[in-house]
């Protein structure tokens, strides 16, 4: 077999290699389209529904709608300016059982943490 | 022989060769086609595989799969589109929604498709039932290929719609202009027209910044327009203006409350008001605005200028007397008091019992020139810049007269707006630094604080006059305990109807309120027009009877929301207090 013809089997094997990789990555492109344009509508969806939710929220939390309810369900008086001690520091902790010992780890983790964590935005110099 | 036989040997041979090569080429061909023909299989079978197999789990239907590939991606754009047209959100200060635009659906029909125009319209007089089915036909009935049914269709009015199963209603997706609050910010906050353009409020005076998304301050990839107004404080202002309206019998009345250092509004009301969800005739009347755009003589809350500018300007001190014991007559005119002490009264006793004939006094002291001047450093003078266009220009005496600086002095002969009348007093006792009036959030850094009205000593003893009109004057009903109100009447009769003169029985009564008023945090005003004197108020329905009690009742109510503490407020702590020794009491009427 002449060099020649070894030279046109390889080019043809190329050939058809790349052929086939390049329709994968057709594929595959396309593919990723699909779901991406599916992401972006599921996104523009649920977004014109937050946005439909938020003014809906809105709507029902008028101060008008919300002081007629309390007044109405509620055994409770408006807020005077006799109730306001200071600021909320000086509020009691109310007298519930404690957070599960778990939770409560995790949380005083988190507080050590960010007690611990060295201040950013120092010269390193 | 032998020669022969070996010729035609070698050209035997010879021909052999040549037909083997032939072969050999054919050969080669047929194999390098059948290669091909391989390929192409192979490809189709891989294709198929590929279709049938790898992409089975995104769907059965290739074709179906890629239109609603391209109708997503067509979407999509149009989402893109929306974005970047869509009318910004108005919120306010704490981000609760004032204004909004959704999309809805708004149904149409295409007449020249419709199959039986009679049942359709009756259909859809049953599905909505503000229309009629005559008017329904007739709209079925235009010579046009497409006319409008209704804007803003419900899922279930869709539902119905379909039900009816007639192919020419179709419908569009619309952005749709939504007002939470509803009547709550009306004056506000305004509305846009069908052309999406805004006609009224903050959606007019600042439409290019809400149309224009570059403008407009971006919130997770929305835009926004945070305002200063506060829905909690600008429900307390309304719902006491309300009860005030009802409680008097009054016709309308209107109310503000500034922060006296920023000029930022937190809350604006002018009752009767409207839904911006369904509007009234654009000329109705719960569509004025008194706040900004109605001018109104206001009487004796313009003492607060007069007082300040004999302060500032002569330096007088609070034992200055001026001699209130006869009226002043000044041509045809007579000035007198409304509640006549007829006595010689220092300038604290002036503020306190709301002379009239003092305060003339204390601004013919001043001098027109200097009275215009502070006047119009005030902003009393011109029409405020405000991001509203519903403002108007004040109705000032043209030509000034000598007789227009006593009578300006009590408030009369000079028509003001409320937002005026409370930006200048903001001006008086915050320090003495002028602010702007302002509906929209600014940064700190960018507040311009330069133009000095009065200075520090007498923006400090007009709060203490303020406070001694409250706790020893007019504004009693106006006091909380545990915080420290100051504030200023003020009773003005309306001209009369046939022109001439003023009609007694037809008060703007108003009251503007300070708190607190040793560090000021925010201006309270509130004035009721034509209120009815009733039993339990004596008949009278003055400044402070009628404003005075509902300007307490809105600071008692909104001091714990904005942060504001219970304060001592004796006599040790009252800034008020030292005034009292130019005080001669004695029993005098509110």
Known sequence: ?125 | MKALDLRFRQQHVRVSENRDRALKVMHGRLVFFQVIACLGFAFMGLRATDLMVMQAEHTLFPAAEMLVHDEAMMEEQQADVVALTRRGDIVDRNGVILATSLKTDSLYVDPAEIIDKQKTAYELAKIFPEYTADELLEKLNLPRRFVWIKHGVTPKEQEAVLNIGEPALGYTQEDYRFYPQGALTSHLVGRINREAKGIMGLERGLDEYLASQKATEVSDGEAELRTTIDVRVQHILRREISNTIKEFQAKAGAGLVMDVDTGEILAAVSLPDFDPNNPPNPNAPEMFNRFSQGVYELGSSFKIFSTAAVLEFKKVGMGHRFDAREPITYGRFKIHDYHAEKRILTVPEVFMVSSNIGSAKMAEMVGTDNIKAFYRDLGLMDAPQFDLKEVSAPLVPNPWREINTLTTAYGHGIAISPLQLVRAAASIVNGGHLVTPRLVVTAPEDLEKTVRIVSEKTSRDMRALLRLAVTEGTGGASDVKGLLVGGKTGTAEKPSKDGRGYDRHRLLSSFLGVFPVDAPRYVVFIMVDEPKGQKHTFGYATGGWVGAPAVGRVIEAMAPMVGIKRRNTDDAHDIAAPLKRYVHFKEHDR
């Not at chain 1, 390049?22 to 996104?43: F, N």
């Not at chain 1, 439909?52 to 807020?79: F, G, H, M, T, V």
């Not at chain 1, 509020?91 to 010992?101: A, F, I, L, Q, Y």
């Open chain 1, 1 to 125: 077999m002449s060099l020649q013809r070894v030279f046109v089997i390889f080019l043809l094997v190329m050939f058809g290699v790349s052929a086939v990789t390049l329709y994968q990555v057709s594929q595959a492109v396309q593919h990723k389209e699909r779901v991406l344009a599916a992401k972006r509508r599921e996104i523009a969806q649920l977004k014109e529904e937050r946005r439909l939710l938020k003014a809906e929220w809105s709507y029902l939390n008028r101060p008008e709608r919300l002081e007629k309810a309390a007044n109405k369900l509620l055994d409770a008086k408006q807020i005077s300016i006799e109730n306001v001690t200071g600021d909320a520091a000086q509020v009691p902790e109310p007298d519930v059982p404690s957070h599960p010992p778990v939770a409560r780890k995790r949380f005083d983790n988190v507080q050590d943490a960010a007690a611990t964590e060295p201040a950013a935005g120092g010269d390193a110099e």
